[in-house]
């Protein structure tokens, strides 16, 4: 499929003069507008499109971290920087009991984004089974499972494989509403599944973090029916490699994405291996702190979208700095995106 770039609403020039980025917002559709650039689409829509922009182009993204009460601050932020607004919107399922009670404002804002011309995606910090449904990161989220239980986990009928499937029941009825919307979901669970900062993580093989991930697909997909999840395999930029060996395999992975935190860009070692992972899949980076730069969108096209992760955002990067990766010429924000 050709991608035909629509023509931008600023010049490079203009990318850094306050005056041109106020008038650009008024072209803009703004999140809560009854835009419907998206009509109601498929995941398939979605997966092709993102393979379609493979060596041409990269859609611009930002997460928005907890509280669910705000699910679009961070994306506000871009567009007060750049009066753009991201091509994908990231969210969270959350883990906190506030946020987890709130996360109705979550679905309501990907249907919004959707809506006004963005991708979705929904990370989901979850908490352990072996633990209640709402916890503290810290302890929590970031916390370990013995092997033992982490087996139980695994294995379907233990009790601890029920308690998980009662866990993914929780989530349902919000996935669900985003299906009858016609909203497809970059759904990315189980994240830097080569970390050991998380309970799911740093356990590579077969029967370790990859089959968790392929339960858990099977029970969504399969048992549930949910038919609007593009399920985006997530690791991170490990130095110590060897990402492949928490691959889940081809049926089970629909993006590959990799998370920038041990540098500020993926450096040529951590693109091949990512590159010969995904064979044909398409390739993402899932978080980084550091907006991408000329060099990075240049010398790696494979990259299919980026999603800044929240208070970096500013905190990692000056307006500049922002605004050259907003407006570099591969670069598709909110309005440049179009589905087949």
């Known amino acids: 499929m050709h991608v035909v770039r629509p023509r ?44 379609s922009l493979t060596g041409d182009y990269i859609v611009s993204g930002q997460h928005n971290k907890e509280p669910a009460s705000r699910p679009g601050q961070y994306t ?40 006004n011309g963005s991708l979705v995606t929904l990370t989901w910090h979850a908490c352990p089974p072996t633990g209640p449904g709402s916890c503290a990161f810290e302890g929590g989220v970031k916390s370990n499972i013995p092997d033992d239980r982490f087996r139980e986990l695994v294995t379907d009928g233990t009790a601890l494989n029920t308690v998980w499937k009662r866990r993914l029941d929780s989530v349902v009825p919000y996935l669900q509403q985003l299906e009858d919307a016609g909203v497809p979901v970059l759904f990315r669970p189980f ?14 093989g077969a029967d370790g973090s990859s089959r968790l991930f392929r339960l858990t697909r099977d029970y969504l997909a399969g048992t549930k029916g949910l038919d609007n999840l593009i399920w985006v395999w997530n690791v991170q930029d490990n130095p110590a490699g060897g990402w492949s060996a928490y691959y889940p395999g081809d049926d089970y992975a629909d993006v590959v994405s990799l998370d920038v935190w041990y540098k500020n860009h993926p450096g040529p070692s951590d693109y091949r291996q ?67």
């Not at 490079?12 to 650009?24: E, F, G, H, I, K």
């Not at 994240?191 to 590579?204: L, Q």
């Open 191 to 204: 994240h830097e599944m080569n970390e050991s900062w998380n309970w799911w993580g740093h356990r590579p």
């Open 76 to 115: 506000r932020q871009v567009h007060d920087v750049t009066g753009q607004w991201p091509g994908l919107w990231g969210g969270d399922l959350m883990f906190r009991a506030e946020d987890i009670a709130d996360r109705q404002r979550v679905v309501d804002q990907a249907r919004t984004e959707w809506n």
């Open 8 to 51: 931008r609403r600023l010049g490079a020039t203009l990318a850094a003069c306050a005056t041109a980025v106020a008038a650009a917002a008024a072209l803009l559709a703004v999140p809560g507008e009854e835009a419907e650039a998206f009509p109601p689409g498929t995941r398939q829509q979605v997966l092709d499109y993102l393979r």
């Open 274 to 340: 990512m590159r010969d992972i995904a064979g044909g899949k398409p390739m993402a980076i899932g978080e980084m702190g550091k907006v991408p730069d000329a060099a990075l969108l240049d010398g790696q096209p494979r990259w299919s979208y980026f999603m800044v992760w929240s208070e970096q955002l500013r905190g990692e990067n000056s307006n500049a700095e922002i605004q050259a990766a907003y407006f570099h010429p591969r670069t598709l924000n909110q309005g440049e995106v179009r589905l087949p």
